[in-house]
């Protein structure tokens, strides 16, 4: 019993974390988001505005970074992690560090605008509609843009400005530009109102305005006058623009750039290995599935000594996430693992070696578990779930207490006596149960417990 309990302890601890991480999390719609399903479905033109509508007041080219990079949106969340660790550079020491990385030209150029990156990352669900409605649906995607601008124009809340250029070509198409080529400034506005439509929108997205600030506000001007003149990086601020005559899409390099030529309303990602002379090896590789916001990734390696491996999956559209980290030597094998979702958390942890396993387990709803097996046979085990049931294991043995005392579940009879429910009861009289005991370098019998497997799922639910 207490072997099969172990067995089903450690293992549905770390399977269920790791099955997190690699199948499909149910989807489901956030406040305020467009009723996409991102299965490749068209999405209105209402619904398109509203999805476009934190971006369509921004400069052409910065439009079209953004546009571009919102189709490899696990690149933009790789992106803003790696600057929040390299904030610190700035100008030409940026760009060279930005160069060397693995990301779209889109995504390095957006580095350059550090909030609007910020604002990417921190809503991937809404930058992955918005990188698949234009990978789609590109010209009627420029053409909510067009209506957007068309409205705010209208409600006279756009207009030129000292940061701003706005020039109305034809009825169809408003143009805007930075006033000096070598700074770009990137309007603050709320979507509710800029428009003279109450576009609702995530907050986080687009930041309003400072109180007491015009309708559409400007924070730090971004100098890009190294980046204008082109040269060492193609990727510059320069190279981007909106083709509104035409051909009406993204231009880079005065070419049409539709983005993430994977993008095909499923999963898509990458991996790659590495390898030495010396029996050692590397493997890694992360993956995005824009049909249920999946993303996930993880790596090996190994050599002679032993191997670690470690895996994340993140879902923005529910809130659920997973990690763990796996290892093994000579000496045994060890693992730890968080789950989260539905406010509620777990972690778990194992080790196993020549003496024996331990594992323990603690959730965020008050239940936990603790177990061990000795390299004889001798095992125990405590667990309480989060309404307070408490359950014990050792040696064939098992008890329970559901607030009356301990009963004893199964195993030889013994004169173990039942107690209130004020305490873990009395001390099992007849031998074998010392794990059970207060000494001995056993569980304690008064130590905050855990629960057992049997009721692991019902604090997942």
């Given at each position: 019993?207490?072997?099969?309990?172990?067995?089903?302890?450690?293992?549905?601890?770390?399977?269920?974390?790791?099955?997190?991480?690699?199948?499909?999390?149910?989807?489901?719609?956030?406040?305020?988001?467009?009723?996409?399903?991102?299965?490749?479905?068209?999405?209105?033109?209402?619904?398109?505005?509203?999805?476009?509508?934190?971006?369509?007041?921004?400069?052409?080219?910065?439009?079209?970074?953004?546009?571009?990079?919102?189709?490899?949106?696990?690149?933009?969340?790789?992106?803003?992690?790696?600057?929040?660790?390299?904030?610190?550079?700035?100008?030409?020491?940026?760009?060279?560090?930005?160069?060397?990385?693995?990301?779209?030209?889109?995504?390095?150029?957006?580095?350059?605008?550090?909030?609007?990156?910020?604002?990417?990352?921190?809503?991937?669900?809404?930058?992955?509609?918005?990188?698949?409605?234009?990978?789609?649906?590109?010209?009627?995607?420029?053409?909510?843009?067009?209506?957007?601008?068309?409205?705010?124009?209208?409600?006279?809340?756009?207009?030129?400005?000292?940061?701003?250029?706005?020039?109305?070509?034809?009825?169809?198409?408003?143009?805007?530009?930075?006033?000096?080529?070598?700074?770009?400034?990137?309007?603050?506005?709320?979507?509710?109102?800029?428009?003279?439509?109450?576009?609702?929108?995530?907050?986080?997205?687009?930041?309003?305005?400072?109180?007491?600030?015009?309708?559409?506000?400007?924070?730090?001007?971004?100098?890009?006058?190294?980046?204008?003149?082109?040269?060492?990086?193609?990727?510059?601020?320069?190279?981007?623009?909106?083709?509104?005559h035409g051909s009406t899409t993204v231009v880079y390099h005065?070419?049409?750039?539709?983005?993430?030529?994977?993008?095909?309303?499923?999963?898509?990602?990458?991996?790659?290995?590495?390898?030495?002379?010396?029996?050692?090896?590397?493997?890694?590789?992360?993956?995005?599935?824009?049909?249920?916001?999946?993303?996930?990734?993880?790596?090996?390696?190994?050599?002679?000594?032993?191997?670690?491996?470690?895996?994340?999956?993140?879902?923005?559209?529910?809130?659920?996430?997973?990690?763990?980290?796996?290892?093994?030597?000579?000496?045994?094998?060890?693992?730890?693992?968080?789950?989260?979702?539905?406010?509620?958390?777990?972690?778990?942890?194992?080790?196993?070696?020549?003496?024996?396993?331990?594992?323990?387990?603690?959730?965020?709803?008050?239940?936990?578990?603790?177990?061990?097996?000795?390299?004889?046979?001798?095992?125990?085990?405590?667990?309480?779930?989060?309404?307070?049931?408490?359950?014990?294991?050792?040696?064939?043995?098992?008890?329970?207490?559901?607030?009356?005392?301990?009963?004893?579940?199964?195993?030889?009879?013994?004169?173990?006596?039942?107690?209130?429910?004020?305490?873990?009861?009395?001390?099992?009289?007849?031998?074998?149960?010392?794990a059970m005991s207060s000494g001995g370098g056993g569980w304690?019998?008064?130590?905050?417990?855990?629960?057992?497997?049997?009721?692991?799922?019902?604090?997942?639910?």
């Amino acid at each position: 019993m207490i072997k099969i309990f172990m067995k089903q302890f450690l293992s549905s601890a770390l399977s269920v974390l790791l099955l997190i991480g690699t199948l499909p999390f149910e989807t489901g719609a956030q406040s305020g988001q467009p009723g996409y399903s991102g299965q490749g479905a068209p999405l209105t033109a209402d619904e398109l505005q509203q999805l476009a509508a934190p971006i369509a007041l921004y400069p052409d080219s910065l439009v079209a970074q953004v546009l571009a990079a919102a189709t490899f949106p696990d690149q933009i969340a790789a992106a803003e992690g790696w600057y929040q660790y390299h904030s610190n550079l700035t100008g030409s020491a940026l760009m060279a560090a930005v160069d060397q990385q693995p990301w779209d030209p889109a995504v390095k150029a957006l580095t350059q605008f550090p909030s609007v990156l910020g604002n990417l990352a921190s809503n991937l669900s809404w930058t992955s509609s918005l990188g698949e409605a234009y990978h789609t649906q590109s010209a009627d995607v420029m053409a909510a843009i067009q209506v957007l601008r068309a409205k705010a124009y209208a409600a006279g809340n756009l207009k030129s400005s000292t940061q701003l250029a706005v020039v109305q070509q034809s009825p169809q198409v408003i143009v805007i530009q930075p006033v000096n080529p070598q700074v770009v400034y990137v309007p603050m506005y709320n979507p509710a109102v800029v428009y003279g439509y109450p576009y609702v929108v995530p907050a986080y997205v687009a930041p309003p305005p400072p109180v007491g600030a015009a309708v559409v506000a400007f924070g730090v001007g971004i100098a890009v006058g190294a980046m204008m003149a082109g040269g060492s990086y193609a990727w510059g601020y320069s190279s981007w623009n909106c083709g509104w005559h035409g051909s009406t899409t993204v231009v880079y390099h005065g070419g049409a750039y539709y983005g993430n030529n994977a993008w095909h309303g499923g999963y898509y990602g990458s991996s790659a290995s590495a390898y030495n002379g010396y029996g050692g090896s590397a493997h890694a590789s992360n993956g995005y599935n824009p049909s249920t916001g999946t993303y996930a990734r993880g790596g090996t390696v190994s050599n002679g000594y032993g191997s670690v491996s470690a895996g994340q999956a993140y879902n923005p559209h529910t809130g659920a996430s997973a990690s763990t980290v796996q290892g093994s030597n000579a000496y045994g094998s060890y693992g730890a693992s968080t789950a989260s979702k539905n406010g509620t958390t777990v972690d778990s942890q194992h080790q196993t070696n020549a003496n024996g396993t331990t594992g323990q387990m603690h959730s965020s709803n008050g239940a936990s578990a603790y177990g061990a097996t000795g390299k004889n046979g001798n095992s125990a085990a405590i667990g309480q779930t989060a309404n307070g049931d408490k359950y014990a294991a050792a040696n064939g043995k098992t008890y329970s207490n559901t607030g009356s005392g301990w009963d004893q579940k199964s195993g030889s009879p013994s004169s173990y006596n039942k107690s209130s429910s004020s305490g873990w009861g009395g001390q099992e009289h007849s031998g074998g149960s010392s794990a059970m005991s207060s000494g001995g370098g056993g569980w304690s019998s008064r130590q905050s417990s855990a629960r057992g497997s049997s009721s692991y799922g019902r604090g997942r639910r």
